[in-house]
T-cell receptor
Framework: AQSVAQPEDQVNVAEGNPLTVKCTYS??????LFWYVQYPNRGLQFLLK??????LVKGSYGFEAEFNKSQTSFHLKKPSALVSDSALYFC?????????????FGKGTRLHILP | EAGVTQSPTHLIKTRGQQATLRCSPI?????VYWYQQALGLGLQFLLW???????NRGNFPPRFSGRQFPNYSSELNVNALELEDSALYLC?????????FGQGTRLTVV
């Protein structure tokens, strides 16, 4: 069965600095990887996904993520953080070998951008 | 294109009652996922329906059940409500492996 880990409950970054939110995964086959963002009292919004191809994936709001197969990681990054980026971020994985498997989410990382 | 819609937005029930939550997927999407987001616990996978069939189920007791209708909308039923069932319940529909989420139903059990 697949799993995904977000080792940090919270990440604090000063506005204008680069940010990284970490994610590692475990699947039996090739992974589909996702990042979602959740603002207070809202559903999840899709940021980006990795299916295949270029290891660096660009997404919404200037975010990008790097797929690293050897380290089984898919860290979310942004070169320059904005206060409006403060939210709860979820990494998710789906194992594409077993098509009956579901999308599993990490426990989330709360990102605080300090003005 | 209308997004995933969930109803009701908020639901207050007393312990022991039953709750019914509804989800309408994006037009053309045949897969519906249900997740529970309890405070501090992230998203816990509940159920996955595809083409009217239950494809997978998370580690929840049988009093959590659901179904998917011919128009691909879905219903989540929670029987014999317990206080710890209080959570945000999120529904998502899927296209090309990307899940689109509704705004959720906030269930409060008192």
């Amino acid at each position: 069965a697949q799993s995904v880990a977000q080792p940090e409950d919270q990440v604090n970054v000063a506005e204008g600095n680069p940010l990284t939110v970490k994610c590692t995964y475990s699947v039996s086959g090739n992974p589909y990887l996702f990042w979602y963002v959740q603002y207070p009292n809202r559903g999840l919004q899709f940021l980006l996904k990795y299916i295949t191809g270029d290891n660096l994936v660009k997404g919404s709001y200037g975010f990008e993520a790097e797929f690293n197969k050897s380290q089984t990681s898919f860290h979310l990054k942004k070169p320059s953080a904005l206060v409006s980026d403060s939210a709860l971020y979820f990494c998710a994985v789906r194992d594409m070998v077993n098509r009956d498997d579901k999308i599993i989410f990490g426990k989330g990382t709360r990102l605080h951008i300090l003005p | 294109e209308a997004g995933v819609t969930q109803s009701p937005t908020h639901l207050i029930k007393t312990r022991g009652q039953q709750a019914t939550l509804r989800c309408s997927p994006i037009s053309g999407h045949t897969s519906v996922y249900w997740y529970q987001q309890a405070l501090g616990l992230g998203l816990q996978f509940l159920l996955w329906y595809d083409e009217g069939e239950e494809r997978n189920r998370g580690n929840f007791p049988p009093r959590f059940s659901g179904r998917q209708f011919p128009n691909y909308s879905s219903e989540l039923n929670v029987n014999a409500l317990e206080l710890e069932d209080s959570a945000l319940y999120l529904c998502a529909s899927q296209r090309r492996s990307e899940a689109f989420f509704g705004q959720g139903t906030r269930l409060t059990v008192v």
